[in-house]
């Protein structure tokens, strides 16, 4: 059965920024409710009074306070180290059947190489490749004849230890994710284990995107 509560849950749960904002109580109830009257009429196919919509919005607000505010804070106020890396090249190559013998050969390499930056994800189609740039040209060199699908230079990294209990709390990536979002940070790749995960953005964001994450583990709202 169709409920005002049911409807106007729904409604915030498929707008990530709105549910955000509503959770942190930025949002004025009554102008959101306004302009939520003429989708939820046309569902109900009936007139529907504005102070239900207002009153489910209310009681939406408190419970996503407690279930995404209040549990996620904790977390992030628990996080461990945040190191950040500068100068390096993501590299994107289509999947091959020589392709993991290439990262071999190059992780063999780079051992010898000191305070080099290196990580590596693979996906279905693609394999991506993550260093310093002052060992970029390796990739060149172990990866010839491998289809290369895209190469970005100036990028950082930013590297964050989660305490153990974050594989047990939704939306922790979400929550970061959002206020980066907010300060208009584009990721260009994201790497993890079960407690870390690393971000690469673009040298000339990884100031501001350090600045949003570390205010998330003080405590301290965005500005």
């Known amino acids: 059965?169709?409920?005002?509560?049911?409807?106007?849950?729904?409604?915030?749960?498929?707008?990530?920024?709105?549910?955000?904002?509503?959770?942190?109580?930025?949002?004025?109830?009554?102008s959101l409710s306004r302009n939520m009257m003429p989708e939820l009429e046309k569902e109900f196919g009936k007139s529907v009074k504005q102070g239900a919509v207002v009153m489910a919005l209310k009681r939406l607000s408190v419970d996503m306070d407690f279930r995404l505010n209040h549990?996620?804070?904790?977390?992030?106020k628990n996080l461990g180290e945040i190191t950040v890396r500068s100068s390096l090249c993501d590299f994107t190559?289509?999947?091959?059947?020589t392709i993991l013998n290439k990262q071999a050969e190059l992780i063999s390499e780079i051992q010898?190489?000191?305070?080099?930056?290196?990580?590596?994800?693979?996906g279905v189609n693609e394999t991506n490749v993550v260093l310093s740039e002052s060992a970029s040209h390796l990739v060149d060199k172990h990866f010839q004849g491998e289809k290369l699908l895209q190469r970005i230079d100036n990028l950082a990294s930013i590297t964050i230890k989660l305490p153990k209990d974050n594989?047990?709390?939704?939306?922790?990536?979400?929550?970061?994710?959002?206020?980066?979002?907010w300060e208009g940070i584009?990721?260009?790749?994201?790497?993890?284990?079960?407690?870390?995960?690393?971000i690469l953005v673009g040298g000339n964001d990884v100031d501001l995107a350090f600045k949003v994450i570390n205010d998330l583990k003080k405590g301290q709202p965005q500005q």
């Open 71 to 76: 549990k996620i804070e904790k977390v992030l």
């Open 167 to 181: 594989v047990t709390i939704p939306g922790i990536y979400y929550f970061i994710f959002q206020h980066l979002a």
């Open 186 to 198: 584009v990721i260009n790749e994201v790497i993890s284990t079960s407690c870390e995960f690393t």
């Open 112 to 122: 010898s190489f000191s305070d080099v930056f290196y990580t590596s994800s693979r």
């Open 1 to 30: 059965m169709k409920t005002v509560t049911s409807f106007v849950e729904n409604y915030i749960k498929t707008k990530p920024f709105l549910f955000g904002a509503l959770s942190q109580g930025i949002i004025n109830l009554t």
């Open 93 to 97: 190559f289509a999947v091959s059947e």
